[in-house]
């Protein structure tokens, strides 16, 4: 066990704290560059300036420990920036998905009782401002720093990145940066050093099973152990430069991109959206070593480099061709990855996929070193880490199951969210305080835990997760329809594809477009079917309560996409 994990285990490990994990880093790699986004570098010990600074700003502003700021941001140097200033204050950050829609993100921020919100102005083809200001119009009359909104009671200041000057009651980000100088250094060190490892760190809002996502309350032990265990688990250096495509907003950009990247003494390279070919261009000039992407996202990429060079992938296989990208130093990655070939790796000797994790436990709760072997990687979820502890459980009875039996996962333990902010911890713990996970899976004679699937219709698509509930929720209210089920198929590079099953009320069903901008308005892109088909009511079976059944509909939609040979995302059923 390494000696974090020792640490970790010990009851006062004080160190487990966003702003003291910050002090370490920067103290052990001050000159090392840290981040890379664009043009603009960050060294760890600029980095650390940076956020010195903002946390001032923050404490002048009147953000104390327990406010809760909310952070509407892409992958950015000002979203680390922010996030880790208002971590040092002992505020609770509440990272917003950037692709959420305005009712989502109002959502959220009226759920996470947001008192502070810090957004960038807009994303290629959002302006995140406008959709504020188009919500809440209100905010264009008030006066700067005077927030007063009857829809979001909690909220009394807005900052904006992105603009020179007041915008109503939205203040611009210089505004706030430029309190700094009214507070002492010495106070928001003593902030920081309060901070309790056990203290409420982060909300993490994440769709489950239900229609509205659950806001996951993390403490700031969790976060802090799981870097160190990624940057340990992904053998990550000061020599690596790692590029990812994880947003910061869910967990696993925040353990598995930022901080294990700033945990090894790595370089973070930065980009706000993904592009398959500005992708390949910062890959290449800034020589990346480490690759953090979903499959489909690798899969573009690979597709971007071979068809600038007018070759195959097969010919790439077959021939041994080389694309004109020079991939080079790309050593981290996934061997399956159509990328791994074009950075010329022969042979599958590191992966991540060998692991197992949840919101609710920051991502990790088992692994397996990248470095195992690849047999074992490929067959098991690695063995429950230090301080986490698993059982295997009938899912219907909730009994524990013989060792090597099928059943549900359940989990506990050290990264194990303080709970579900605003839900009665008797709703989601059995007698024991375990979670269980609606995940399949069994423990085998050696301790490896292996992951076999979802046991609920949770839909995981390009890595997200999606409530089929959310989207049938969206349609409720749409003319011309009687019923839909939301359904996620089988998918090589995303996963599952999501893929709407509808029954017209009447005779003519409603126009497939006009549908897609009806749900597009409602729905975060990610979350957006990738194929809609219409059923006749003789043609589904319905439940006592008049639901259609699942299953045969299910049925039904795979052999309509193998025969009409349908294509989602560059794969094609039945073909």
Not at 413 to 442: A, I, N, S, W
Request: glycine residues 8%; hydrophobic residues 40%; aromatic residues 8%.
């Amino acid at each position: 066990m390494s000696n974090w994990a020792e640490l970790a285990l010990q009851p006062d490990a004080r160190q487990l704290t966003l702003p003291r994990f910050l002090a370490d880093v920067v103290e052990r790699h001050t000159t090392r560059e840290a981040i890379r986004f664009g043009d603009e570098t960050l060294t760890y010990d600029e980095l650390g300036t940076r956020v010195l600074r903002l946390a001032r700003a923050m404490v002048a502003s009147g953000i104390r420990s327990g406010s809760h700021v909310a952070v509407h941001m892409a992958n950015r140097p000002e979203w680390i920036v922010t996030t880790f200033a208002a971590a040092m204050t002992g505020a609770v950050v509440i990272p917003v998905n950037t692709f959420a829609t305005p009712e989502e993100r109002d959502y959220i921020l009226e759920h996470g009782d947001a008192e502070v919100l810090i957004l960038q102005k807009s994303l290629l083809k959002r302006d995140f401002l406008d959709e504020l200001l188009q919500t809440h119009g209100e905010l264009a009359q008030q006066q700067p720093g005077v927030v007063r909104l009857a829809a979001l009671p909690d909220l009394h200041s807005i900052f904006c990145l992105g603009i020179d000057d007041d915008v109503g009651a939205i203040e611009s980000f210089s505004n706030l940066d430029a309190r700094a100088d009214a507070v002492a250094q010495a106070r928001v060190e003593q902030c920081a050093r309060d901070i309790s490892p056990d203290d409420e760190a982060m909300i993490i809002y994440t769709s489950g099973t239900t229609a509205r996502p659950k806001g996951v309350l993390h403490a700031h032990r969790a976060p802090v152990i799981q870097s160190w265990r990624f940057a340990e688990y992904m053998d990550l250096g000061p020599h690596d430069r790692v590029w990812t495509a994880q947003p910061f907003f869910w967990t696993a950009g925040i353990a598995m991109s930022l901080g294990a990247t700033l945990a090894s003494g790595a370089t973070l390279l930065l980009q706000e959206t993904f592009d398959a070919g500005d992708a390949l261009d910062c890959i290449e000039s800034q020589r990346a070593t480490t690759l953090l992407a979903w499959p489909h996202q690798e899969k573009a990429m690979a597709e971007q480099a071979l068809s600038e060079q007018g070759i195959s992938e097969q010919a790439l296989s077959e021939q041994g061709t080389s694309a004109a990208r020079d991939l080079s130093s790309v050593r981290k990655i996934e061997f399956a990855s159509p990328l791994a070939a074009l950075a010329g790796l022969q042979s599958d000797i590191w992966g991540t996929y060998g692991s197992y994790g949840l919101s609710e436990t920051f991502t990790l709760f088992s692994a397996l070193p990248a470095s195992a072997p690849a047999n074992l990687r490929a067959r098991t979820s690695g063995k429950p880490l230090p301080g986490m502890s698993v059982r295997i459980v009938d899912p219907a009875g909730g009994g524990e199951v013989a060792s090597g039996e099928p059943g549900e996962i359940a989990v506990k333990g050290l990264t194990f969210m303080l709970g579900y902010y605003k839900v009665d911890p008797q709703l989601y713990l059995d007698d024991e305080g375990y979670f269980r996970t609606k995940d399949g899976g069994h423990i085998d004679d050696d301790g490896y835990l292996h992951w076999t699937g979802r046991l609920s219709n949770l839909i995981k698509t390009g890595g997200a997760n999606v409530s089929p509930a959310e989207v049938d929720e969206a349609l409720l209210d749409y003319p011309g329809l009687r019923a839909t089920v939301t359904l996620g198929v089988d998918h090589p590079t995303l996963g599952e594809a999501i893929v709407l099953c509808a029954v017209p009320s009447g005779s003519e069903p409603p126009a497939v477009e006009d549908l897609k901008a009806h749900l597009k308005k409602k729905l975060a892109a990610y979350k957006l079917p990738r194929t809609i088909m219409f059923f006749g009511n003789d043609d589904v079976a319905y439940t006592g309560n008049q639901k259609i059944q699942v299953d045969p509909i299910r049925d039904a939609a795979m052999k309509r996409l193998c025969e009409q040979r349908t294509e989602i995302a560059g794969h094609v059923y039945g073909g």
